[in-house]
């Protein structure tokens, strides 16, 4: 007989077209739970979700939780929202998306990536190494992985393999067996209050590492490097670009279509070993420093080399990463989730570096005022290696209070420390003529933004073909 401890709950997700919860949605469908959600708009997520027979209501209304027995709210959705003050009155179960991923994957062995930049990335590609090693992991991610078309999926062997989202301080809740932090920037303050109890909070999170597991922690960058040398015990290795890694970056080779490096393989009064030509298909230095990571865990979890390399050359990367969505003659399009600066930097850096004489065009939504406000001399200065910048108004996300915000001189700004042309635009049809009445020939754009602008990209791609 077959017991199904899932089999009477119905799962109400508010906020279900979220990147994450569309993931545990799916994972908790595929364990046996009954599962629906609603959110205010259609997106890919909520597509993907009808595609997959989950029942998605858009709005937010007390008769979506008729017949819900528990409700997953996600960070975003706020106190006064209809459903959640119903299932209070109701007094059903309310957990927030971070506890009850921290329920799902408690029987597991985890493996958590975390970080300001860089995690579903890595997450893709452990992920990928674990499938190619035969292991079968649990997965889920922050981004559809090319490779299965999706956030999640449910696998049937020991470990998970889990992006964690440190926003909101959920990374904390997680149990850990070995985990992965790309990277501390300057994110999330709304909630943290302040940078030193961000930093804080990461510190805790590499502590809690078991004895039985290790953190892989990125040595090149500065607040990681500061903060490992507070740590109570060195339960954790380092990786990267510097010679005191222990997992370091050598020898690297940058083409248009892939990377190649050796990994140098240091314990302290161990022998040194370098695994030689390592071939991945993404650009630039923050990708082959998450590859790093990826290689480390798997090394230390026992895959052989063979399996680790041959799951890297198959890796299809992961959608709104860099992505190729069309072209119109010699002119190509590309859409990328960065809306940091740190972001920002990396990608057109390691754009630049492989088309070295192309014309790169970067379309630029920024998001959330908040953001924008904090971080405004930053992104003013993250375009010097682009030959134009066209400017989209902001992306609020929900926010209602716009800091005084003025586009005409945050594009003053940008020109003045990226030293390039900036282009303002009202929407996306003005989009639409700037890109009719200015491209030439050759050309590289670059469309950024978490908000709609790849939405935008997309439809415009349409008309313009």
Request: net charge positive; charged share 25%.
């Amino acid at each position: 007989m077959k017991i199904n401890i899932a089999s009477k709950e119905i799962v109400h997700f508010i906020g279900i077209g979220g990147i994450g919860m569309s993931g545990l949605v799916q994972i908790m469908k595929n364990m046996g739970f009954k599962t629906q959600g609603s959110d205010l708009n259609k997106n890919k997520n909520t597509d993907r979700l009808i595609k997959s027979g989950i029942k998605v209501f858009f709005g937010h209304n007390k008769n979506n939780l008729k017949k819900a027995t528990m409700v997953v709210i996600s960070s975003a959705i706020k106190n006064n929202n209809k459903e959640l003050k119903a299932a209070r009155y109701k007094k059903l179960p309310i957990f927030k998306r971070g506890d009850m991923l921290a329920n799902i994957v408690a029987l597991k062995k985890n493996i958590v990536i975390t970080g300001a930049h860089g995690k579903t990335t890595t997450t893709s590609l452990v992920a990928n190494i674990l499938l190619e090693a035969g292991l079968d992991p649990t997965v889920i991610n922050g981004g559809v992985i090319n490779s299965f078309k999706n956030t999640a999926q449910l696998g049937k062997g020991d470990w998970a393999v889990i992006e964690s989202d440190e926003s909101d301080g959920s990374f904390l809740k997680l149990p850990v067996t070995y985990s992965i932090v790309t990277n501390i920037d300057r994110e999330h303050l709304d909630y943290y209050g302040n940078f030193e109890i961000l930093k804080k909070s990461f510190l805790k999170f590499i502590e809690k590492t078991p004895s039985f597991g290790k953190s892989l922690i990125c040595v090149d960058n500065k607040y990681l490097k500061s903060l490992v040398q507070k740590c109570k015990n060195r339960n954790f290795l380092t990786y990267g670009f510097s010679k005191k890694a222990n997992y370091q970056i050598t020898n690297v080779k940058k083409n248009i279509d892939f990377s190649i490096f050796d990994l140098k393989i240091n314990f302290l009064g161990g022998k040194i070993n370098t695994i030689k030509n390592i071939k991945i298909n993404l650009l630039g230095d923050h990708n082959i420093s998450n590859t790093a990571a990826s290689i480390a865990v798997a090394l230390n979890l026992g895959i052989k080399i063979r399996k680790i390399k041959s799951a890297l050359e198959k890796f299809m990367g992961i959608q709104r990463r860099f992505t190729k969505i069309f072209s119109i003659g010699n002119i190509e399009f590309f859409d990328d989730y960065a809306h940091h600066p740190t972001e920002i930097k990396a990608v057109i850096n390691g754009a630049r570096e492989v088309y070295k004489k192309r014309k790169i065009i970067c379309i630029f939504q920024p998001h959330r005022y908040s953001r924008v406000n904090d971080l405004k001399y930053e992104f003013a200065s993250s375009f010097k290696f682009t030959d134009a910048v066209v400017l989209c108004p902001v992306y609020s996300a929900g926010e209602k209070l716009k800091y005084n915000f003025n586009q005409i001189n945050f594009s003053n700004l940008i020109s003045k420390k990226s030293n390039v042309q900036v282009i303002n635009i009202k929407d996306q049809k003005d989009l639409k003529n700037y890109f009719k009445k200015n491209l030439l020939d050759n050309e590289l754009v670059i469309c950024m933004g978490a908000g709609s602008i790849s939405n935008w990209i997309r439809e415009i791609g349409q008309e313009l073909k």
